[in-house]
């Protein structure tokens, strides 16, 4: 069959999940310095669901599309190291404090710009949020069909696809026709690490604006490699309705945030030395909490 | 019009729990709001489903019944809820964060143009005051939920577009009778209406459903560990003592994504919430996303090397030192002094 086009949706995401002491500041804002920024775990397995089709259907292309500040170009090249064939990043003042729904009001625009589309693979939802809300949010708007919690995709036809559902409770095998949006768990497999070949071969790939900031020694390659050009892509490139966008698109507004102040109740304070530890299960089992 | 509405999840003809536990907040909010609570249900073969959520106190129950209906699917259920809340207009629509709410809430959000919050841990009415616009909104659902990796706590409002939406876990809040006779207004909508037959091209071929067989939730005990148990290795110490007191064992989101414990073991704002008689934290720091699951807990121990750990503030006993020491040691006291 001939190939699929393809596009990830793919987000650079604080690294929240091993988060330090540093990571609040002493005001009680999140003190995103000390936060390493990362490629979407669910995301990356979102990216080997795709390539795997890729490597079955030959002519499949994969195109990355991140919205995001301009290093989020940074999870472009991760892909391109990996096997996707471009990337574009969507980039704008005008998106800044978008809610999910103005961020897939977004997207939505800015896929209708990318021409026609057989596949859209997402993580199931980015670690900085977990809401899970942008990908069926995407497919909502263009009017497609979507499938989530995917963690396998078993077949692929020109009728449609087949797809494993993994739930909290079982699994699901769930068939559709294309075109089609999915959104896949971190139950699906690992995505491949990144190919010597291509690292090389991508490792200058640049946005417009980075490229401003490239040594002169590499600026010659844009034009006669025109596969190191990462698409940045602007408002202006899309068609929108400027009240959808941003902060003003979005319906959700933060009322109000908290830091978290923990008063210590009077605990008792124990070591591990034996008596302590005794006592306190004396105590337990003579109140009946165990036992 | 204005409204609340909670959409209730059916599984072989049982409404869920976090559907129940919903129907009982909607219901103080509701009385609250001075506004009526109504509950949808969605499925096939429902004959006197409505008799299981009308004790909760829905003063209306819309009831869509068709076999291909169930199992779930994407399409013909936001399909019903789209069309009815554009009939309907409630100010506020509550489902379960669910693999089907979470599928479902934000196609319904995106085609309302509707604010969604996930994973709210606390829902109040309240009132705000938008002082550049100069304008007060009365009565408004204030979402609250922990957020950036449970460092803070954060309280959305949707000020503008109705209806105000959340997805809540199951377990967050509690589910309560009010009344077995409750008076209730049953609404059977016409499938034809609402949903065409191009909203079933998305084709369920085979499930299989397991029932947990992890019960967290009901258990009295619950031996959980953090990152901090340091292996997979390791947390086998946890199932010993679980093992001695007829405790189950949970786990941290952080030792879940480390890979030392299951996913379904996970406690937290998106994990399971828990309010066991006693709690055993072992290594867990106590980020406000895993304190948000077990804070209800009757009586909590923790045991960190960490003697400033956050989680001890919550503590009625912190033990400091490391658990491969003193666990052995309360498993040795315990199996020594009952029969």
């Known amino acids: 069959m001939k190939g699929l086009r393809i596009i990830v949706l793919a987000k650079q995401v604080p690294d929240t999940r091993n988060v330090g002491k540093d990571a609040m500041k002493a005001d009680g804002t999140v003190n995103r310095a000390v936060l390493p920024a990362i490629f979407n775990p669910e995301d990356l397995n979102a990216l080997e669901l795709a390539l795997r089709v890729k490597d079955e259907i030959p002519g499949t292309t994969v195109t990355i599309l991140t919205m995001g500040p301009g290093r989020a170009a940074e999870i472009i090249r991760e892909g391109l190291y990996r096997g996707a064939d471009g990337g574009i990043l969507l980039t704008d003042r005008a998106f800044a404090g978008s809610d999910t729904l103005a961020t897939s009001y977004a997207l939505c625009q800015a896929i209708k710009e990318m021409g026609k589309f057989d596949l859209i693979v997402a993580g199931r939802q980015a670690i900085d949020g977990d809401t899970a809300q942008v990908g069926p949010q995407v497919a909502e708007k263009l009017g497609i069909n979507q499938i989530t919690y995917v963690e396998a995709i078993l077949q692929v036809e020109k009728s449609g696809i087949k797809v494993r559902r993994r739930l909290d409770?079982?699994?699901?095998t769930v068939k559709a026709p294309l075109p089609l949006l999915l959104t896949v768990n971190s139950s699906a497999p690992d995505c491949r690490s990144r190919n010597a070949k291509l690292l090389m071969k991508y490792k200058h790939a640049r946005t417009v604006t980075e490229r401003q900031n490239a040594a002169e020694d590499y600026l010659y390659l844009y034009d006669s490699r025109p596969f190191l050009n990462i698409h940045e892509m602007t408002v202006n490139e899309i068609q929108s309705v400027p009240d959808q966008?941003?902060?003003?698109?979005?319906?959700?507004?933060?009322?109000?945030?908290?830091?978290v102040i923990l008063q210590a109740k009077d605990a008792k304070r124990l070591t591990a030395a034996d008596e302590g530890i005794n006592d306190l299960m004396k105590e337990l089992i003579e109140s009946h909490v165990i036992g | 019009m204005d409204n609340l509405f909670v959409y209730c999840e059916v599984e072989d003809g049982v409404v869920a729990d976090v559907s129940l536990e919903l129907l009982t907040k909607g219901r103080t909010l509701a009385n609250e709001l001075k506004c009526q609570l109504e509950a949808v249900i969605i499925g096939a073969n429902l004959k006197d489903i409505e008799k299981q959520v009308i004790p909760y106190g829905a003063d209306v129950v819309h009831i869509i019944d068709d076999p291909r209906l169930a199992p779930y699917t994407t399409a013909p259920h936001a399909a019903v809820l789209i069309k009815l809340f554009q009939e309907e207009k409630p100010q506020i629509a509550l489902m379960g964060a669910t693999p089907i709410g979470r599928d479902l809430g934000p196609r319904v959000s995106s085609a309302l143009h509707s604010?969604?919050?996930?994973?709210?841990?606390?829902?109040?009415?309240?009132?705000?005051?938008?002082?550049?616009?100069?304008?007060?909104?009365?009565?408004?659902?204030?979402?609250?939920?922990?957020?950036?990796?449970?460092?803070?706590?954060?309280?959305?409002?949707?000020?503008?577009c109705r209806p105000q939406m959340a997805t809540v876990r199951e377990g967050v809040m509690r589910k309560q009778i009010i009344n077995a006779n409750y008076p209730s207004k049953v609404n059977h909508l016409e499938v034809s209406k609402y949903v065409s037959d191009t909203d079933f091209a998305v084709q369920i071929i085979e499930r299989h459903l397991e029932k947990r067989k992890i019960n967290i939730k009901g258990a009295s005990i619950v031996v959980s560990g953090g990152y901090?148990?340091?292996?997979?290795?390791?947390?086998?110490?946890?199932?010993?003592?679980?093992?001695v007191l007829g405790a189950e064992v949970g786990a941290s989101r952080a030792a879940v994504d480390a890979g030392y414990a299951e996913h379904e073991r996970q406690i937290g704002q998106t994990g399971i919430t828990v309010r066991p008689k006693l709690y055993i934290a072992c290594g867990i720091s106590g980020q406000v996303q895993h304190r948000a699951g077990m804070e209800e807990s009757a009586q909590i121990i923790s045991i960190n090397t960490d003697p400033d750990?956050?989680?001890?503030?919550?503590?009625?006993?912190?033990?400091?030192?490391?658990?491969?020491?003193?666990?052995?040691?309360?498993?040795?006291?315990?199996?020594?002094?009952?029969?």
Not at chain 1, 249 to 257: C, L, Q
Request: proline fraction near 4%; charged fraction near 25%.
């Open chain 2, 228 to 243: 901090g148990v340091g292996s997979k290795e390791n947390f086998k110490l946890l199932y010993e003592l679980a093992d």
């Open chain 1, 169 to 172: 409770n079982g699994v699901e």
């Open chain 2, 309 to 339: 750990a956050p989680i001890n503030s919550l503590a009625d006993y912190v033990i400091t030192g490391d658990i491969s020491e003193i666990i052995p040691k309360m498993i040795r006291y315990y199996k020594q002094n009952t029969k």
């Open chain 1, 245 to 259: 966008l941003g902060l003003t698109g979005s319906p959700t507004k933060v009322k109000r945030i908290e830091n």
């Open chain 2, 115 to 160: 604010g969604l919050t996930a994973d709210c841990t606390s829902l109040e009415i309240g009132d705000h005051e938008d002082k550049k616009a100069g304008k007060t909104y009365k009565n408004l659902l204030y979402q609250i939920r922990p957020a950036f990796g449970g460092n803070i706590i954060a309280w959305i409002i949707n000020p503008d």
